[in-house]
Protein backbone atom coordinates (compact mmCIF):
# COMPACT_ATOMS: atom_id res chain seq x y z
CA UNK A 1 0.00 0.00 0.00
CA UNK A 2 1.44 3.55 -1.19
CA UNK A 3 0.62 6.37 1.56
CA UNK A 4 0.57 10.68 1.01
CA UNK A 5 1.88 12.73 3.28
CA UNK A 6 -0.39 15.76 3.35
CA UNK A 7 0.91 18.97 2.14
CA UNK A 8 2.79 21.35 4.49
CA UNK A 9 1.48 24.94 3.97
CA UNK A 10 4.39 27.54 2.93
CA UNK A 11 3.82 30.69 5.22
CA UNK A 12 6.57 32.57 4.05
CA UNK A 13 5.62 35.95 3.22
CA UNK A 14 7.53 37.23 0.21
CA UNK A 15 6.40 40.71 0.61
CA UNK A 16 3.49 43.20 0.89
CA UNK A 17 0.49 42.65 -1.15
CA UNK A 18 -1.38 45.27 -3.27
CA UNK A 19 -4.70 45.90 -1.47
CA UNK A 20 -6.39 45.29 -4.77
CA UNK A 21 -5.34 41.12 -5.56
CA UNK A 22 -8.10 41.38 -8.52
CA UNK A 23 -6.63 44.41 -10.34
CA UNK A 24 -3.22 43.48 -9.49
CA UNK A 25 -3.28 39.98 -11.12
CA UNK A 26 -5.52 41.29 -14.38
CA UNK A 27 -2.46 44.41 -14.82
CA UNK A 28 0.40 41.25 -14.35
CA UNK A 29 -1.80 39.18 -16.24
CA UNK A 30 -1.43 41.93 -19.73
CA UNK A 31 2.45 42.17 -18.51
CA UNK A 32 3.05 39.27 -18.62
CA UNK A 33 0.63 37.75 -21.95
CA UNK A 34 -0.48 35.42 -19.19
CA UNK A 35 -3.23 33.06 -18.75
CA UNK A 36 -4.84 31.58 -16.17
CA UNK A 37 -6.16 28.11 -16.05
CA UNK A 38 -8.26 26.53 -13.39
CA UNK A 39 -9.60 23.28 -11.92
CA UNK A 40 -13.16 23.56 -11.16
CA UNK A 41 -11.58 22.05 -7.48
CA UNK A 42 -9.67 25.64 -6.81
CA UNK A 43 -11.10 28.37 -4.18
CA UNK A 44 -13.92 30.42 -5.44
CA UNK A 45 -11.59 33.55 -5.40
CA UNK A 46 -9.60 31.88 -7.82
CA UNK A 47 -12.21 30.55 -10.29
CA UNK A 48 -13.46 34.09 -10.65
CA UNK A 49 -10.28 35.46 -11.94
CA UNK A 50 -9.14 32.60 -14.07
CA UNK A 51 -9.52 33.56 -17.94
CA UNK A 52 -10.24 29.91 -18.08
CA UNK A 53 -12.08 26.52 -15.82
CA UNK A 54 -12.08 23.02 -16.55
CA UNK A 55 -11.91 19.49 -15.47
CA UNK A 56 -8.52 17.74 -16.66
CA UNK A 57 -9.39 17.25 -20.24
CA UNK A 58 -10.77 20.93 -20.76
CA UNK A 59 -7.77 22.17 -19.25
CA UNK A 60 -5.54 20.12 -21.51
CA UNK A 61 -7.23 21.43 -24.34
CA UNK A 62 -7.16 25.26 -23.37
CA UNK A 63 -3.32 24.46 -22.56
CA UNK A 64 -2.67 22.88 -25.75
CA UNK A 65 -4.63 25.66 -27.61
CA UNK A 66 -3.21 28.69 -25.82
CA UNK A 67 -1.23 31.50 -27.53
CA UNK A 68 -0.20 33.16 -24.27
CA UNK A 69 3.27 33.41 -23.34
CA UNK A 70 3.04 32.56 -19.84
CA UNK A 71 0.53 29.53 -18.44
CA UNK A 72 -0.34 30.34 -14.90
CA UNK A 73 -1.72 26.86 -13.70
CA UNK A 74 -3.91 27.11 -10.42
CA UNK A 75 -4.44 23.32 -10.10
CA UNK A 76 -1.82 20.71 -8.89
CA UNK A 77 1.23 19.89 -9.48
CA UNK A 78 0.68 16.97 -12.66
CA UNK A 79 -2.08 19.50 -14.68
CA UNK A 80 0.67 21.92 -14.60
CA UNK A 81 3.16 19.10 -15.85
CA UNK A 82 0.68 18.53 -18.65
CA UNK A 83 1.06 22.43 -19.81
CA UNK A 84 4.57 22.10 -19.99
CA UNK A 85 4.41 18.96 -21.61
CA UNK A 86 2.15 20.21 -24.66
CA UNK A 87 3.80 23.97 -24.62
CA UNK A 88 7.67 23.31 -24.12
CA UNK A 89 8.85 26.90 -25.07
CA UNK A 90 6.45 28.57 -22.65
CA UNK A 91 6.87 29.48 -18.85
CA UNK A 92 4.77 27.65 -16.98
CA UNK A 93 3.54 28.44 -13.12
CA UNK A 94 2.45 26.81 -10.90
CA UNK A 95 1.53 28.44 -7.38
CA UNK A 96 2.95 26.31 -5.14
CA UNK A 97 5.45 23.55 -5.50
CA UNK A 98 3.62 21.44 -2.79
CA UNK A 99 0.25 21.75 -4.99
CA UNK A 100 0.89 17.68 -5.75
CA UNK A 101 -2.19 14.80 -5.52
CA UNK A 102 -2.36 11.52 -3.45
CA UNK A 103 -3.67 9.93 -6.46
CA UNK A 104 -0.24 10.54 -8.26
CA UNK A 105 1.59 10.10 -5.36
CA UNK A 106 0.03 6.42 -5.22
CA UNK A 107 1.97 5.50 -8.58
CA UNK A 108 6.02 5.63 -8.02
CA UNK A 109 7.96 5.59 -11.15
CA UNK A 110 10.19 2.84 -10.10
CA UNK A 111 7.53 0.27 -9.15
CA UNK A 112 5.12 1.28 -12.01
CA UNK A 113 8.11 0.57 -14.23
CA UNK A 114 8.39 -3.18 -12.72
CA UNK A 115 4.63 -3.66 -12.56
CA UNK A 116 4.82 -2.59 -16.85
CA UNK A 117 7.56 -4.52 -17.79
CA UNK A 118 5.73 -8.25 -15.85
CA UNK A 119 3.21 -7.34 -18.68
CA UNK A 120 5.45 -6.65 -21.79
CA UNK A 121 1.90 -7.47 -23.62
CA UNK A 122 -0.30 -4.98 -22.21
CA UNK A 123 -1.32 -1.50 -23.83
CA UNK A 124 -0.69 1.48 -20.85
CA UNK A 125 -4.02 3.43 -20.33
CA UNK A 126 -3.11 6.13 -17.79
CA UNK A 127 -5.56 8.74 -16.02
CA UNK A 128 -4.20 11.98 -16.87
CA UNK A 129 -4.32 12.01 -12.56
CA UNK A 130 -0.60 11.02 -12.68
CA UNK A 131 3.09 12.17 -12.71
CA UNK A 132 5.46 12.69 -15.93
CA UNK A 133 7.17 9.85 -15.44
CA UNK A 134 4.07 7.98 -15.58
CA UNK A 135 2.84 9.31 -18.69
CA UNK A 136 6.04 8.97 -20.44
CA UNK A 137 5.59 5.00 -19.52
CA UNK A 138 2.26 5.01 -20.53
CA UNK A 139 0.90 4.39 -24.24
CA UNK A 140 -2.59 6.52 -23.87
CA UNK A 141 -3.32 9.04 -21.40
CA UNK A 142 -7.38 9.02 -20.75
CA UNK A 143 -9.61 11.71 -18.10
CA UNK A 144 -12.57 10.89 -16.47
CA UNK A 145 -14.18 12.44 -19.16
CA UNK A 146 -13.28 9.93 -22.24
CA UNK A 147 -11.73 7.11 -20.32
CA UNK A 148 -14.74 4.69 -21.36
CA UNK A 149 -14.12 6.58 -24.95
CA UNK A 150 -10.41 5.88 -25.23
CA UNK A 151 -10.94 2.12 -23.87
CA UNK A 152 -13.64 1.33 -26.13
CA UNK A 153 -11.37 2.33 -29.54
CA UNK A 154 -9.05 -0.44 -28.51
CA UNK A 155 -9.21 -3.91 -30.26
CA UNK A 156 -11.42 -6.03 -27.57
CA UNK A 157 -8.26 -8.71 -28.04
CA UNK A 158 -5.21 -6.03 -26.55
CA UNK A 159 -4.51 -6.88 -23.27
CA UNK A 160 -4.74 -3.30 -21.08
CA UNK A 161 -3.11 -2.11 -18.18
CA UNK A 162 -5.04 0.61 -16.36
CA UNK A 163 -2.97 3.07 -13.95
CA UNK A 164 -3.18 4.65 -11.54
CA UNK A 165 -6.96 5.03 -10.22
CA UNK A 166 -8.44 1.59 -9.46
CA UNK A 167 -11.87 3.06 -8.76
CA UNK A 168 -12.03 4.97 -12.11
CA UNK A 169 -10.51 1.45 -13.40
CA UNK A 170 -13.58 -0.09 -12.30
CA UNK A 171 -16.17 2.07 -13.21
CA UNK A 172 -14.97 1.43 -16.74
CA UNK A 173 -14.10 -1.81 -16.63
CA UNK A 174 -18.15 -2.14 -15.82
CA UNK A 175 -19.32 0.30 -18.91
CA UNK A 176 -16.85 -1.22 -21.30
CA UNK A 177 -17.29 -5.27 -20.09
CA UNK A 178 -13.61 -5.03 -20.50
CA UNK A 179 -11.13 -6.97 -18.38
CA UNK A 180 -8.45 -4.53 -17.16
CA UNK A 181 -5.28 -5.14 -14.85
CA UNK A 182 -5.57 -2.54 -12.49
CA UNK A 183 -2.99 -0.17 -10.75
CA UNK A 184 -3.69 0.04 -7.20
CA UNK A 185 -3.74 3.77 -6.43
CA UNK A 186 -6.45 6.05 -5.38
CA UNK A 187 -7.32 9.12 -4.64
CA UNK A 188 -7.65 10.33 -0.77
CA UNK A 189 -10.60 12.68 -0.95
CA UNK A 190 -13.22 10.59 -3.45
CA UNK A 191 -12.32 7.38 -1.28
CA UNK A 192 -13.39 9.82 2.14
CA UNK A 193 -16.79 9.99 2.08
CA UNK A 194 -19.30 8.35 3.81
CA UNK A 195 -22.12 5.56 2.37
CA UNK A 196 -23.59 6.06 5.79
CA UNK A 197 -23.86 9.69 6.04
CA UNK A 198 -24.95 10.04 2.28
CA UNK A 199 -28.02 7.13 2.54
CA UNK A 200 -29.17 9.51 5.28
CA UNK A 201 -29.10 12.42 3.58
CA UNK A 202 -31.45 11.11 0.84
CA UNK A 203 -33.70 10.12 3.67
CA UNK A 204 -33.57 13.68 5.09
CA UNK A 205 -33.51 15.26 1.31
CA UNK A 206 -35.66 12.26 -0.88
CA UNK A 207 -35.92 14.67 -3.43
CA UNK A 208 -32.25 15.09 -4.16
CA UNK A 209 -30.20 13.40 -6.82
CA UNK A 210 -26.90 11.91 -6.21
CA UNK A 211 -24.20 12.81 -8.26
CA UNK A 212 -20.88 11.21 -8.42
CA UNK A 213 -17.29 11.44 -9.66
CA UNK A 214 -16.14 8.04 -10.88
CA UNK A 215 -12.93 8.48 -8.84
CA UNK A 216 -15.54 7.38 -5.83
CA UNK A 217 -15.65 3.99 -4.31
CA UNK A 218 -18.19 1.49 -6.21
CA UNK A 219 -20.29 0.85 -3.20
CA UNK A 220 -21.05 4.57 -3.04
CA UNK A 221 -21.44 5.26 -6.97
CA UNK A 222 -24.44 2.72 -6.81
CA UNK A 223 -26.36 5.36 -4.96
CA UNK A 224 -26.01 7.89 -7.86
CA UNK A 225 -28.38 9.07 -10.40
CA UNK A 226 -25.34 10.40 -12.30
CA UNK A 227 -22.00 9.53 -12.37
CA UNK A 228 -19.60 11.57 -14.73
CA UNK A 229 -16.50 14.01 -14.91
CA UNK A 230 -16.56 16.93 -13.25
CA UNK A 231 -17.02 18.94 -15.92
CA UNK A 232 -20.23 16.28 -16.75
CA UNK A 233 -21.59 16.28 -13.44
CA UNK A 234 -21.84 20.49 -13.88
CA UNK A 235 -23.82 20.25 -16.86
CA UNK A 236 -25.82 17.45 -15.92
CA UNK A 237 -27.44 19.72 -12.75
CA UNK A 238 -27.58 22.54 -14.99
CA UNK A 239 -29.90 20.30 -17.31
CA UNK A 240 -31.83 18.04 -14.39
CA UNK A 241 -35.29 18.87 -13.51
CA UNK A 242 -34.21 18.24 -10.19
CA UNK A 243 -33.74 21.09 -7.86
CA UNK A 244 -31.35 19.61 -5.04
CA UNK A 245 -27.93 17.72 -5.50
CA UNK A 246 -25.88 15.78 -3.42
CA UNK A 247 -22.59 15.96 -4.89
CA UNK A 248 -19.70 13.39 -4.10
CA UNK A 249 -16.46 15.12 -5.67
CA UNK A 250 -14.57 17.72 -4.02
CA UNK A 251 -16.73 20.40 -3.04
CA UNK A 252 -14.80 23.34 -4.84
CA UNK A 253 -17.07 22.25 -7.99
CA UNK A 254 -19.92 23.84 -6.54
CA UNK A 255 -19.51 27.09 -6.67
CA UNK A 256 -19.83 26.93 -10.47
CA UNK A 257 -22.58 24.77 -10.08
CA UNK A 258 -24.71 28.02 -7.94
CA UNK A 259 -23.62 30.09 -10.32
CA UNK A 260 -24.62 28.56 -13.28
CA UNK A 261 -27.79 27.55 -11.19
CA UNK A 262 -28.98 29.76 -8.73
CA UNK A 263 -32.35 28.40 -8.15
CA UNK A 264 -30.91 25.06 -7.09
CA UNK A 265 -29.42 23.50 -4.06
CA UNK A 266 -26.15 21.35 -3.54
CA UNK A 267 -25.05 19.97 -0.81
CA UNK A 268 -21.24 18.84 -0.55
CA UNK A 269 -21.15 14.60 0.23
CA UNK A 270 -19.78 14.70 3.62
CA UNK A 271 -16.72 12.46 4.63
CA UNK A 272 -16.71 8.97 7.26
CA UNK A 273 -15.09 11.69 9.69
CA UNK A 274 -16.32 15.03 11.10
CA UNK A 275 -13.42 16.89 9.14
CA UNK A 276 -13.12 19.10 6.12
CA UNK A 277 -11.65 15.49 4.51
CA UNK A 278 -13.77 15.85 1.24
CA UNK A 279 -12.05 18.83 0.14
CA UNK A 280 -8.38 18.60 -1.45
CA UNK A 281 -5.42 19.47 1.12
CA UNK A 282 -3.40 20.09 -2.09
CA UNK A 283 -5.46 21.68 -4.51
CA UNK A 284 -6.15 24.26 -1.58
CA UNK A 285 -2.39 25.15 -1.31
CA UNK A 286 -2.60 27.49 -3.95
CA UNK A 287 -4.18 30.96 -3.15
CA UNK A 288 -5.15 34.41 -4.57
CA UNK A 289 -2.04 35.65 -2.69
CA UNK A 290 0.36 32.80 -3.67
CA UNK A 291 -0.63 33.25 -7.44
CA UNK A 292 -0.20 36.85 -7.61
CA UNK A 293 3.55 36.33 -6.47
CA UNK A 294 4.00 33.60 -8.80
CA UNK A 295 3.09 36.23 -11.75
CA UNK A 296 5.11 39.07 -9.70
CA UNK A 297 8.26 36.57 -9.53
CA UNK A 298 7.96 34.48 -12.36
CA UNK A 299 8.06 31.34 -10.58
CA UNK A 300 7.67 28.95 -8.86
CA UNK A 301 8.47 27.64 -12.77
CA UNK A 302 7.44 23.84 -14.28
CA UNK A 303 10.46 22.13 -15.66
CA UNK A 304 11.61 18.42 -16.62
CA UNK A 305 13.57 16.59 -18.35
CA UNK A 306 13.04 17.16 -22.62
CA UNK A 307 13.13 13.13 -23.11
CA UNK A 308 10.42 13.00 -19.98
CA UNK A 309 8.69 15.79 -22.10
CA UNK A 310 8.72 14.14 -24.94
CA UNK A 311 8.25 10.62 -24.29
CA UNK A 312 5.04 12.11 -21.81
CA UNK A 313 3.71 14.49 -24.97
CA UNK A 314 2.79 11.39 -27.59
CA UNK A 315 0.58 9.36 -25.43
CA UNK A 316 -1.47 12.72 -24.79
CA UNK A 317 -1.31 13.37 -28.50
CA UNK A 318 -2.75 10.47 -28.82
CA UNK A 319 -5.70 10.76 -26.28
CA UNK A 320 -6.16 14.08 -27.96
CA UNK A 321 -6.72 12.43 -31.05
CA UNK A 322 -8.83 9.45 -29.99
CA UNK A 323 -11.54 12.29 -27.72
CA UNK A 324 -12.51 14.92 -30.73
Same mark, same amino acid.
Given at each position: ??????P??????????????????E?L????????????????D????????????? @????????????????????????????? *???????????? !????????? *?K???????????? @?V????????????? &????????????????? *?????????????????????????????? !????????? &???????????????????????E? #????????? !????????????????????????????????????????????? #????????????? #?T?????????????????????????????????????
Amino acid at each position: MFTTALPQQDKTQPGELPLDLFSAIESLKKDLNAVILAHYYQEPDIQDIADFIGDSLQ @LAKAAAQTNADVIVFAGVHFMAETAKILN *PDKLVLLPDLNA !GCSLADSCP *PKAFAAFKAAHPDH @LVVSYINCSADIKAM &SDIICTSSNAVKIVQQI *PATQPIIFAPDRNLGRYVMEQTGRDLLLWE !GSCIVHETF &SEKKIVQLKITHPQAEVIAHPECET #NLLRHASFI !GSTASLLKYCQHSPSNKFIVATEPGIIHQMQKLAPHKQFIAAPPI #NNCSCNECPFMRL #NTLEKLYWAMKNRTPEITMAEEIRMAAWEPIQRMLEMSS
